[in-house]
């Protein structure tokens, strides 16, 4: 049985000595609740930000999504890289 996997694994040796830029680089924030910085509504959220993504004739590059999740008490912020 096939089993289908949502995103490649992790490379890490791909990422030495490389510099990354985000110059010019679009991004749309979203935000997900967490507890315990266990997020609780995620698929929802990127599913909601999916239908925005491509509703306004953009897509997701490269699936970069960089996070910012400093609290336990606030949302974890999101920002998917567009183009």
């Known amino acids: 049985m096939d089993e289908q996997i949502c995103c490649p694994p992790f490379d ?21 609740r967490t507890f315990n910085h266990i997020p609780l509504n995620f698929g929802s959220v990127m599913t909601k930000a999916q239908r925005r993504i491509e509703g306004a004739g953009a897509q997701v590059v490269d699936n970069i999504a960089l996070s910012n999740h400093l609290s336990l008490k606030f949302p974890s912020k999101l920002y998917l890289g567009i183009q």
Do not use: C, E, G, L
């Not at 890490?12 to 924030?29: A, H, L």
């Open 12 to 32: 890490p040796k791909k990422w030495v000595r490389t510099m990354v830029s985000f110059d010019n680089q679009r991004f749309v924030k979203v935000k997900v």
